[in-house]
């Protein structure tokens, strides 16, 4: 099983910025999509940003649009999530999941890691 493991969450102020990590530890991820999604006290799962294994992104939530960036290091195998202009609605357990090749819904990705919380508040 390909284990994935985010970090990068904490507390942070309406308006400020975090970035979150998804890697892997001894499989590669060049193969696979890699896609963040988050899931907020009391609401469903949604899906965030998702990059395709060669490059392409796939933008599931209008809300974040202009605000977060979806970004990988195959060579580290570590994908990121750039969140900037952070809103209280952003508070969630973040996670990151895989799939081979091409970004789909969250009922399609394969794997996925424990998640890391994201609190936004002043």
């Known amino acids: 099983q390909l284990q994935l493991v985010e970090s990068g969450g904490g507390l942070v102020q309406p308006g400020g910025s975090l970035r979150l990590s998804c890697a892997s530890s001894?499989?590669?991820?060049?193969?696979?999509?890699i896609g963040w999604f988050r899931q907020a006290p009391g609401k469903e799962r949604e899906g965030v940003l998702c990059?395709?294994?060669?490059?392409?992104?796939?933008n599931y939530a209008d809300s974040v649009k202009g605000r977060f960036t979806i970004s990988r290091d195959n060579a580290k195998n570590t994908v990121y999530l750039q969140m900037n202009s952070l809103k209280p609605e952003d508070t969630a357990v973040y996670y990151c999941a895989a799939r081979l090749k091409y970004c789909s819904g969250g009922d399609g990705m394969r794997y996925w890691g424990k998640g890391t919380l994201v609190t936004v508040s002043s």
């Open positions: 990059i395709s294994n060669s490059g392409g992104s796939t």
């Open positions: 001894g499989f590669t991820l060049d193969w696979y999509a």
